[in-house]
């Protein structure tokens, strides 16, 4: 059922109308008419470039209606993010046609979520487009119709100065098909095509509503957004963070991941040597006598089947060969310094079957804040002795 809601002058219908909702007084536009074939572009590489995206859309073989610059921006998104990723669903039914001005018509599959160019002979994936096309809000100004935006499902708002400029900042962590921060007219994706009942993590994945598992804090003592998701994999319960900040009208997000790569493998002592390249730290795994007898027994028989040189990328491959998952996460003042830590508790774990070694051990890693970093401090496995143990206590 169409719903119109009045403000001031203008009009919004929000999501799912019929296509008799839009203007019944508009006529189709020839489009040919105005540029001639021989010069319309297919292919929407050179979108993304374009200083001025015009964009008009047919629903059900209606009249073309107009978009909003948002509008268009969040379809080339949708677009360019799926656009090299070949379909295999039918091209010969559509929903929608998008019209870029300059450019041939891109034909919209909805319930199969692909799309191709007119005369084309590939058509592409284009996964999230039924969940955002069920929320796409027409507004009517000075008797035109526009594409305007699409619904959103807040599930945090937060007002405050965060870049001190003496205005107070309107915050949005909201969901439409993506997870999206939004700090006034500026925005940036958390997470892409979601979906509404599950969310994706590395190789972790669980299932719940955004509104339940997704959260969004201002640590105000930093100027820092903080951003969280809680869920649950086979691995059992885990939370990932992520942190942002607004500088001269962007977001920026800290980065603060930790990586992991084996330096050497010393079969014959049973040490793993890993190294930390953000924190520029070592390690030194020891490994069991069982370890090191299967260890050996399975790069043996992997030997008799290779020649040199791919004895060469498999070592090589081997050492990248390492997975670093955060599972939980907890503020403490754990130095007594009178300041929040980030610590987080995670496991390394080698992610091919063909590695010749196994590591699948819990890890620490502590984090210091502030206001333009979030640095790794410390890194702690669970033999570390009486300091790892009262790091890994805080998460039992």
């Not at 374009?50 to 859309?57: G, H």
């Not at 009249?63 to 070949?86: G, H, K, P």
């Not at 804040?369 to 890994?392: K, N, R, T, W």
Request: proline share 2%.
């Amino acid at each position: 059922m169409k719903r119109i809601l009045p403000f001031a002058i203008l009009f919004l219908i929000v999501g799912c109308q019929n296509a008799n909702a839009i203007d019944h007084n508009a006529t189709d536009k020839d489009i040919t008419s105005e540029v001639t074939v021989q010069h319309l572009i297919t292919g929407i590489d050179n979108l993304n470039e374009a200083q001025e995206r015009l964009l008009e859309i047919s629903y059900l073989d209606g009249a073309y209606v107009q978009t909003s610059a948002y509008f268009a921006d969040r379809i080339l998104e949708m677009l360019l993010r799926n656009s090299t990723r070949e379909s295999i669903e039918k091209m010969d039914e559509y929903q929608l046609i998008l019209h870029f001005d300059g450019y041939e018509e891109i034909y919209v599959n909805i319930e199969n979520q692909n799309f191709w160019f007119k005369n084309a002979a590939v058509s592409y994936d284009l996964e999230g487009i039924a969940e955002l096309w069920d929320r796409y809000i027409i507004k009517i100004d000075q008797n035109e119709f526009v594409y305007d935006d699409f619904e959103k499902t807040v599930l945090t708002e937060i007002n405050a100065d965060i870049d001190h400029d003496g205005i107070q900042d309107d915050i949005l962590l909201y969901y439409d098909n993506d997870l999206r921060l939004s700090v006034n007219n500026t925005e940036v994706v958390i997470n892409a095509n979601i979906g509404k009942f599950s969310l994706g993590s590395g190789n972790e994945y669980y299932s719940g509503l955004p509104t339940e598992i997704a959260h969004l804090e201002y640590i105000e003592s930093l100027d820092i957004l903080l951003y969280s998701y809680d869920g649950a994999s086979v691995h059992g319960p885990f939370t990932n963070i992520a942190f942002y900040k607004y500088v001269n009208g962007t977001i920026q997000q800290l980065k603060y991941d930790v990586t992991c790569d084996i330096e050497t493998i010393d079969l014959d002592n049973g040490i793993i040597e890993l190294h930390f390249p953000p924190t520029n730290r070592t390690y030194q795994l020891r490994m069991s006598e069982r370890e090191i007898q299967e260890s050996k027994a399975f790069k043996a028989a992997l030997d008799l089947d290779m020649d040199a040189s791919m004895k060469a990328v498999y070592e090589e491959d081997v050492k990248h060969s390492i997975l670093l998952s955060r599972e939980h996460a907890i503020f403490e003042d754990y130095d007594g310094d009178h300041t929040l830590e980030l610590i987080i508790m995670g496991k390394l774990q080698t992610k091919f079957a063909s590695a010749y070694i196994r590591i699948d051990e819990p890890i620490v890693l502590v984090y210091e804040l502030y206001p333009d970093e979030v640095m790794c401090s410390d890194i702690f496995f669970e033999h570390d002795g009486p300091e790892a143990q009262f790091l890994f206590d805080y998460f039992r």
